[in-house]
């Protein structure tokens, strides 16, 4: 006899574009603490790199629970458009491109938290 769960279906894929930004960021936040220890002087880009590492395992786990359907994913949101916007303004502090261009995928990425938190766009 096989045994459903009513009502819990897995359905990551109706917030494929979404999850896709989490992540892009979660790439660009990787990535962007990686070059920070290429530059010449590391000790300024001590705050970057923390706040990227952070918002890079903050950006994967929102796109795990989206993709697992967690109760958790919605509420999660709000928290991952703060630490966003958050290393958005970070980033933003910095010249380097690598820098930029984290900063930019973080601002794409907070918009569609917030989006999708406050139900103002359909994201699919």
């Excluded at 009513?6 to 990551?12: I, R």
């Excluded at 690598?98 to 766009?121: D, I, M, N, P």
């Amino acid at each position: 006899m096989e045994h459903e769960q009513p009502g819990h279906h897995h359905s990551g894929h109706k917030h494929e574009a979404l999850i896709q930004q989490l992540l892009a960021c979660a790439t660009a936040c990787e990535n962007c603490p990686a070059s920070c220890l290429d530059e010449t002087d590391v000790t300024p880009m001590a705050h970057c790199i923390e706040t990227d590492r952070d918002c890079a395992d903050v950006c994967s786990l929102a796109a795990k629970l989206l993709i697992r359907d967690s109760e958790f994913a919605h509420d999660f949101l709000a928290f991952c458009e703060k630490v966003c916007r958050h290393c958005t303004e970070e980033c933003g502090k910095h010249e380097y491109e690598h820098c930029k261009k984290c900063a930019e995928e973080c601002r794409k990425c907070a918009e569609a938290c917030h989006a999708h938190h406050h139900g103002t766009v359909e994201l699919s």
